[in-house]
């Protein structure tokens, strides 16, 4: 959970003040190591839960604040988005009932939300990315108003300098150009934590790091984003491009992301990674501080290390060092940010099982992970698994490049289990939980796996809205009926009495997209023959950087060819046709009050345009489904 209290107006003696209260909490964390005063025989684990606030259509309900001031419970906090909340977990002794106490209190909290939602018409979704999110969703009208998310947004604004560009590439290809860090709010998480002595922190961090790539391929669960099918995991690509502080010159000097999986092992202590992660990054925010950690430790007490706990906090490593004191005594636990949430408590519950026995079990049976793999391996099999999920190839500690799902079933299943035994964790735990896992992976039937196949097998003609909030609605319900694993989810099916209005509420959400458009100084016979081959009606007529500047139609055209100035001439251009009077809507203009629009005005198209860019277009046509189910709806209340 990110600290809230920082500061928004500070001066450059406040920034200095803030970066020596940083170095000295080093400083003392470092003396710590040095003279043992870390926790070392005791093995925690804990959990941070993200989840996604929706509406009765299944699209982001921004009602974070509105749930947490009714729940009332301390658990529950904001995340970076109005319509996404993170819970907390109680940390626990790794062994006995731990797995099905934690897989209780999930149940519980979203139990709680659930209720606390549904008093504002919303509920919960466990997704690595939602399906139904848009881009109208990405506004400044949706940050959560805490002084920490807008500074972290001004900020990495700022040193990034120019506007942001996402760019992924899946099945489809996404390329966004963004003035600012909101399409973070797609994202959400199953945080592990894993708390390990200090002497052996460099080693299971190290583990960490190389089992990473596996256990992700099975956890997979965010294949799509904004309706473009992308990485098994987009999740990873996202969080990475929206938080990029490097300008061009950074990047350019290879400079490494604020976002990274690391670049080597560590050698021979944690506070390696802490000391370059101090003089790496910037500081992106401050706030007042309340000790001298230093002098607390001279004092014989134990520092709350809060000036480099803020600032780790802003240094985002797929596997994460953090510190915290716990009945009064110092620990150190390694934090696995790269799981997604979903697509249940019980699929999340056995990611969770399947990494802490691969993190217990594969130390001592190997030793020193740098004797069996080398980190560029590690990272491979890591980016590996978020583009692929199972379907991908990894290489295994004999250095082997085999499927991922066989590594998992005939290598790291069985030692996840001896390594949960180690631990002395609840035997019938063990097994319902990894054989999820091993179910999931026989099947070769991830989270990711599930909305691909599910939005393949929908009917082609529907619009891609539909299909998306049929998926959506399918795991809404999966989730709350009985919440069973993904593994034995019938695909999703656009249901027969879908709410047609929840689907077309903005023009968004069935406007096309994939247009075929002229340039002015086109020759109109390519623009008539689009018009043929394609079957539309209506070229939309752009510049070379997509600035709409007119519209051909098929009655120009017709008219064209009345006057008899057509001829054979081919010095005819678009330009000479085409209509620049054009009248346009915007993405999250109501489809009601588009359709009264073109009603009115008597055209038979409507160009979508955002900052001046032409973004979809919307016909006659495509309000045809809207009436056919409007009569519908009418008819069969009538009868």
Same mark, same amino acid.
Request: charged fraction near 25%.
């Given at each position: ?16 003040t ?11 964390l470092?003396q ?6 870390f926790?070392?025989?005791v093995?925690r ?60 209190e ?7 939300v659930?209720?606390?939602?549904a008093?504002?018409?919303?509920g ?22 805490h ?8 900020i990495?604004?700022e ?17 966004l ?8 709010f ?6 592990v934590?894993?708390?390990v002595?200090?002497?052996?922190f ?14 992700l ?6 294949p799509?984003?904004?309706?473009h ?8 690509a996202v ?10 010159t950074?990047?350019?000097?290879? %400079?490494?992301?604020r ?6 092992? /560590?050698?021979?202590? =944690?506070? !390696?990674? $802490?000391?370059?992660? *101090? ?9 007042a ?24 906090g ?8 953090c ?5 009064g ?8 940010r ?14 969770a ?10 130390p ?9 793999m080398?980190?560029?391996d ?7 698994a ?6 991908? %190839? ?8 085999r499927r /991922?799902?066989?590594? =998992?079933? !005939?290598? $790291?299943?069985?030692? *996840? ?19 999820i896992?091993e ?9 990711s ?8 097998a ?7 809205n ?7 609605a ?5 989730q709350?009926?009985?919440g069973?694993p993904?593994h034995?989810?019938?695909l999703?099916?656009?249901p ?7 689907n077309?509420k903005t ?7 994939d247009?075929?458009?002229?340039r ?26 997509g ?18 100035k057509c ?9 000479d ?11 999250d ?8 629009i073109?009603?009115s ?12 860019r032409?973004v ?6 495509d309000f ?15 009868m």
């Open positions: 959970m990110g600290d809230k209290k920082i500061t928004r107006d500070y001066d450059d003696e406040q920034m200095r803030f970066t020596l209260g940083v170095l000295n909490d080093l400083q003392a470092e710590m190591l040095n003279t043992g005063m926790e070392e025989d093995r684990i804990g959990a941070e839960q993200e989840m996604f606030l929706v509406d009765s259509a299944l699209r982001p309900a921004p009602l974070a604040l509105d749930v947490i001031e009714t729940a009332k419970d301390g658990r529950l906090t904001t995340e970076i988005g109005k319509f996404n909340l993170e819970a907390n977990m109680t940390p626990l002794n790794f062994g006995g009932d731990c797995l099905t106490k934690m897989e209780d999930l149940n519980e909290i979203l139990g709680v659930r209720t606390a939602a008093k504002f018409g919303g919960v979704v466990l997704a690595g990315i939602l399906p139904t999110i848009q881009k109208s969703d990405l506004t400044t009208a949706n940050l959560t108003p002084p920490r998310y807008y500074e972290i947004d001004r990495v604004t040193l990034h300098g120019e506007n942001r560009v996402i760019h992924i590439k899946g099945l489809d290809e996404l390329q150009t963004l003035k600012d860090t909101f399409i973070e797609c994202n959400t998480s199953f945080q934590h894993l708390q002595g200090a002497k052996e460099v080693r299971y961090y190290n583990w960490a790091q190389a089992i990473a790539g596996p256990v391929a099975a956890a997979a669960n965010s799509i984003l904004l309706g099918r992308l990485w098994h995991e987009t999740r990873l969080f990475k491009q929206s938080t990029d502080t490097r300008s061009l950074h990047k350019q000097r290879n %400079q490494k992301p976002v990274n999986f690391g670049d080597r092992w /560590v050698d021979n202590s =944690i506070i !390696e990674v $802490l000391h370059e992660d *101090a003089i790496r990054f910037r500081i992106l925010l401050t706030q501080i309340e000790e001298n950690s230093l002098k607390v430790l001279a004092d014989g007490g134990i520092p709350n290390l809060s000036a480099w706990r803020l600032h780790n802003t240094i985002w490593r797929w596997n994460r060092p510190y915290g004191v716990v009945e005594k110092p620990g150190l636990r390694i934090e696995a790269f799981l997604p949430a979903g697509p249940t408590v019980a699929d999340e519950m056995a990611n099982a399947f990494f802490l026995g691969l993190m217990t079990e594969l001592e049976e190997f030793g020193d992970i740098r004797d069996h080398t980190f560029d590690a990272r491979t099999n890591f980016y590996n978020a583009r692929y999920g199972l379907s991908g %190839q990894i290489r295994g500690l004999d250095g082997q490049s /991922v799902g066989r590594i =998992i079933l !005939e290598e $790291l299943l069985p030692r *996840a289990r001896k390594g949960l035994a180690r631990a002395k964790v609840d035997a019938a735990d063990c097994d319902r939980l990894l054989d896992i179910k999931r992976v026989t099947q070769e039937k991830s989270g796996q599930w909305i691909l196949d599910s939005y393949a929908m009917d082609q003609r529907a619009k891609p539909v299909r998306l909030r049929s998926i959506t399918a795991m809404k319900l999966y709350e009926e009985g069973e993904m034995t989810w019938k999703a099916e656009i027969a009495d879908s709410q047609w209005i929840d077309y023009v968004e959400q069935f406007m096309a997209v247009l075929f458009t002229v002015p100084a086109d020759v109109l016979d390519l623009a008539a023959s689009l018009m043929h081959w394609r079957h539309v009606r209506h070229v939309p007529v752009e510049d070379d950087s600035r709409l500047i007119g519209i051909v139609s098929h009655r120009d055209l017709i008219e064209l060819m009345a006057s008899g001829g054979n001439s081919p010095g005819i251009t678009v330009r046709i085409m209509r620049t009077d054009i009248v346009t809507v915007a993405p203009t109501p489809t009601l009050e588009a359709l009264d073109m009603r005005r008597n055209i038979g198209c409507l160009p979508v345009v955002q900052d001046e032409l979809g277009i919307i016909t006659a046509y045809l489904t809207v009436s056919v189910k409007l009569f519908e709806e009418k008819l069969s209340k009538v």
